[in-house]
């Protein structure tokens, strides 16, 4: 089957510590997302990736390092730095980064802070 | 800021009702827009694209107005499983500013 996951879908946190998200799709896309949704609220984008080795900074980009090592894989690590991580993180991905190009979703990891 | 805006609800319809949603955006670059479905604590999943003509599938039918920079979603005849939050998308040409609206809540009474 294809399409996109995440791991793990919850995930709990000390306050100071490092996590690391992850996000595979087999869908051959060029285009890799990340978002932050708060609870009554929209996605946030936090960054994004055209193609291997690239990736840049969206909206809320502070406190989140991401990687895009392989096409497939487009993981993002929650640093100690972001203050209010708690929230649900969602990885899509595209075809292309074009405006014509549908977003596919993961169905998302819930990060609690403790 | 480029933004998209939509009448946060709740809208509390029964079953069989013709419901509309409406969401405009700032970005008059904005290109392509999307209408996507998000059920409680899932991921959004894609309902429909709105074309220049608009465009209609099944019983959703979705409208773009680029003058007044709106569009908006019907859908008729209510089911119960429709209730869920629609999330309204504009994207610009380049495909960075893919903006989302903060959503429209739908609950269908029976």
């Known amino acids: 089957d294809g399409g996109i996951t995440q791991s793990p879908k919850y995930l709990f946190r000390k306050e100071g510590q490092n996590v690391t998200l992850s996000c595979e799709q087999n869908l051959n896309h060029d285009a890799m997302y990340w978002y932050r949704q708060d609870p009554g609220q929209g996605l946030r984008l936090i960054y994004y990736?055209?193609?291997?080795?690239?990736?840049q900074k969206g909206d809320i980009a502070e406190g989140y390092s991401v990687s895009r090592e392989k096409k497939e894989s487009f993981p993002l690590t929650v640093t100690s730095a972001q203050k209010n991580p708690t929230a649900f993180y969602l990885c899509?991905?595209?075809?292309?980064?074009?405006?014509?190009?549908?977003?596919?979703f993961g169905p998302g990891t819930r990060l609690t802070v403790l | 800021r480029k933004e998209v805006e939509q009448d946060p609800g709740p809208f509390n319809v029964p079953e069989g009702a013709t419901v509309a949603f409406n969401c405009t955006y700032s970005n008059s670059a904005s290109q392509s827009f999307f209408w996507y479905r998000q059920d409680c604590r899932k991921e959004p999943k894609l309902l429909m694209s709105?074309?220049?003509s608009g465009n209609e599938d099944g019983r959703f039918t979705a409208q773009l107005n680029r003058a007044s920079q709106y569009i908006s979603l019907l859908i008729r005849d209510s089911k119960l499983s429709d209730s869920a939050t629609y999330l309204c998308?504009?994207?610009?040409?380049?495909?960075?500013?893919?903006?989302f609206g903060p959503g429209t809540r739908l609950s269908v009474l029976p």
């Open positions: 990736s055209q193609i291997v080795n690239d990736f």
């Open positions: 998308v504009g994207g610009d040409n380049y495909g960075q500013n893919f903006v």
């Open positions: 709105v074309y220049s």
């Open positions: 899509a991905s595209s075809m292309r980064q074009a405006a014509t190009d549908t977003q596919y």
